[in-house]
């Protein structure tokens, strides 16, 4: 069964200032999809940003960045510029490629982010 | 275009009471899965259902769980006889097609209390 680890339950960081949070997972497929959720106060799940694992290059989405490193199993999640609105709780989750069987997602416990201001 | 509608946002039920929580995907998507969220955990995944058909359920206890995603009208999540341990967020999402999970949208969740 696969497995999704994020090893920081908090995390706080300076407003502007940039963090990193960490997630690492087990699977023995080869192709499958990685996630980041945010999950502010009001309980909303918004993705944040995807990878699909055949893809080597590190996907991006303005402030968001992922460091993708398939053969170490490991997915964080890099934010720049920190804004009081990224406020959250951040979960990382993956899913196997389509073929049958469970297509949930399987989520990490979640790393509360705080920021300073 | 709305988005996923999820009711009610909370649900109060006396151990024993059944609860039903309802999730109205968005307009085209035909795919539905339900999630639980304990306190201070991540969404664990229960069942995932097509108009009509339950494809996939390991996820869902064996015992009192029930879920339905008929032709008309909303999926439905069915707890009976409702325990303290029920007590949770409960999450809906949807996408328009089985190989098209990456773009699913989720709902507010709905946060059962058993008292």
């Known amino acids: 069964a696969q497995t999704v680890t994020q090893s920081q339950p908090e995390m706080s960081v300076q407003e502007a200032e940039t963090v990193t949070l960490s997630c690492t997972y087990d699977t023995s497929e080869s192709d499958y999809y990685l996630f980041w959720y945010k999950q502010p106060p009001s309980r909303q799940m918004i993705l944040v940003i995807r990878?699909?694992?055949?893809?080597?290059q590190n996907a991006t989405e303005n402030r968001f960045s992922v460091n993708f490193q398939k053969a170490a199993k490991s997915f964080s999640l890099k934010i720049s510029d920190s804004q009081l609105g990224d406020a959250a709780m951040y979960f990382c989750a993956y899913r196997k490629v389509a073929g049958g069987g469970a297509d949930g997602l399987t989520f990490g416990k979640g790393t509360h982010l705080i920021i300073q201001p | 275009n709305a988005g996923v509608m999820q009711n009610p946002r909370h649900l109060v039920r006396r151990r024993g009471q059944e609860a039903r929580l309802r999730c109205s995907p968005m307009k085209g998507h035909s795919h539905v899965y339900w999630y639980r969220q304990l306190p201070e955990e991540g969404l664990k995944f229960m069942v995932y259902l097509q108009k009509e058909n339950i494809i996939d359920e390991s996820g869902m206890p064996k015992e009192r769980f029930s879920a339905e995603f008929p032709k008309e009208g909303p999926s439905i999540l069915r707890i009976q006889q409702v325990v303290r341990g029920d007590s949770a967020a409960y999450f809906c999402a949807s996408s328009p097609q089985k190989a098209k999970m990456t773009e699913a949208f989720f709902g507010q969740g709905t946060r059962l209390t058993v008292v």
């Open positions: 990878q699909e694992a055949y893809k080597q």
